[in-house]
């Protein structure tokens, strides 16, 4: 047993001081004590907060951030620029590019990943050898460095609406709900129960990409293997696509999703942009999470979440990453409050009872990530992964600071990444701002980069 002792911490009920953490050698807490330390607790070097779940990547997506900024005009031309992208990328790029992604991430504070994993098959359309081939070389990446995932692999059955057969830069993303369902049979086979920091979900990737039979034959298929597993869809993320649902579906993609999937908390609907306010109420009200990636939302211009109304129906969120033009929890968490306030004139949105808005943002995020990655995570508390960030107590914007004041600091005040150790399953993967791996994750990625630019 390992025991850590940090003079404040974030639990479940709020701040505590003088708290020691127990770790059991399997990574799992096995016990959260209140008052002074025992001799053999190591003490940590800062306040210490729970590791920031992360719901919503695409990996290779990392390695063109900034090449679509030349005058993409909306988000179907960075699409275009994007399948062009990666026409290029390989098994070994996807790894390289996933474990330099992943490493960054845990930098900024986030311990674990929703992988939503599309890119499956070679270049020129045909599955590898081994049909799950690319699905190993993300869960490597994240091995490597020491990153928790959920691996949602992704049902891409169709180019859009009304069962159109797929485009020429979708080819490598195809399976039909069978061929997917076995992935994940042989992944789950592959893995199995032994590996506490990966899990399994399924994605259908669009209302577009799959018809209204084949989602129930994928969620109904993924829940005979696992039935609490977890369903992540995009939806709604740009209003060409809610006009394409009314015009194809005679409902909008979120109205139709609750009247016609078996939507509760074990899914994800990731954006959900373009809600009426029925749709809204409605969606805050079906236990299932948001999955909010507010500063890709932004970057492609899709318009902003109704978080207002949502949050009063008590609806949950999740923050991701998604296309990673930008890696920081702190930077979600702050535009999904900024861009209400510049919207309503106002401030401190986003605030639930007898907590600040900086904290409200990180308990949220916290919950709902956790929920919607379906593993024990997000909680400083007995038999959840120990999973934990140490925050700098020097850094300036932090310092004498405590409680609610410093999560807002946090939040708000930084652009210095305040993160210093990171734990992950009981194993320190970064320590006083350095991953053990950095060099030899960035040279292979460094090779990658050249092979893709060659
Ligand atoms: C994706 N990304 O699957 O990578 C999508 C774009 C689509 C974002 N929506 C492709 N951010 O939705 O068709
Ligand atoms: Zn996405």
Redesign the pocket.
Same mark, same amino acid.
């Given at each position: 047993m390992q025991r850590y002792y940090a003079e404040q911490a974030l639990l479940p009920d709020g701040w505590a001081e003088a708290v020691t953490i127990e770790v059991a050698p399997t990574g799992t807490i096995a016990a959260i004590v209140i008052g002074s330390p025992s001799s053999s607790a190591q003490r940590l070097a800062g306040p210490v907060i729970p590791g920031i779940p992360n719901l919503h990547s695409?990996a290779f997506?990392r390695a063109m951030a900034g090449l679509a900024e030349g005058g993409a005009g909306d988000f179907w031309e960075w699409?275009d620029l994007m399948y062009r992208f990666l026409a290029r990328i390989g098994p070994e790029e996807v790894e390289a590019i996933a474990a330099q992604l992943y490493l960054e991430m845990l930098k900024a504070g986030y311990t674990a990943v929703g992988e939503f994993h599309?890119l499956h098959h070679a270049p020129d359309g045909q599955p590898y050898d081994d049909l799950t081939e690319m699905a190993h070389r993300v869960i490597a990446g994240a091995r490597r460095v020491g990153m928790g995932m959920t691996l949602l692999p992704v049902l891409y059955a169709h180019g859009d609406f009304g069962g159109t057969p797929p485009g020429e830069g979708q080819k490598r993303f195809v399976n039909d709900p069978s061929q997917l369902l076995r992935m994940l049979d042989l992944l789950i086979r592959d893995y199995g129960d032994d590996h506490p920091q990966l899990r399994f979900g399924v994605a259908p990737? +669009?209302l577009?990409a799959v018809t209204a039979e084949e989602l129930a034959v994928l969620v109904a298929g993924a829940q005979v293997v696992d039935p609490m597993v977890p369903v992540h869809i995009?939806v709604a993320?740009q209003t060409r696509e809610v006009e394409a649902c009314l015009a194809s579906r005679g409902a909008r993609p979120v109205e139709w999703l609750l009247a016609e999937a078996p939507v509760d908390g074990r899914w994800c609907l990731v954006h959900a942009t373009h809600m009426t306010p029925v749709e809204t109420q409605a969606l805050a009200g079906s236990d299932a999470v948001a999955g909010l990636c507010p500063t890709?939302e932004a970057n492609?211009g899709d318009g902003l979440f109704p978080l207002g109304r949502y949050f009063t129906g008590g609806g949950k969120i999740g923050i991701g990453s998604? +296309?990673h033009i930008s890696v920081s929890p702190v930077e979600e968490m702050r535009w999904l409050e900024y861009g209400q306030r510049l919207v309503r004139r106002a401030r401190g949105m986003f605030r639930m009872p007898d907590r600040s808005v900086g904290r409200s943002l990180l308990d949220a995020a916290l919950a709902g990530g956790a929920q919607a990655l379906g593993r024990p995570i997000g909680r400083l508390e007995m038999g959840c992964r120990a999973d934990l960030l140490v925050l700098d107590a020097e850094s300036p914007p932090l310092f004498g600071k405590s409680s609610d004041h410093l999560a807002d600091a946090f939040v708000f005040a930084g652009n210095a990444n305040p993160v210093r150790d990171v734990m992950v399953g009981g194993a320190w993967v970064v320590q006083e701002g350095r991953h053990g791996a950095e060099e030899a994750v960035y040279a292979a990625y460094r090779r990658a980069l050249e092979r893709l630019t060659a």
């Open positions: 695409h997506q699409r599309y990737h +669009s577009r995009h993320e890709t492609l998604d +296309s």
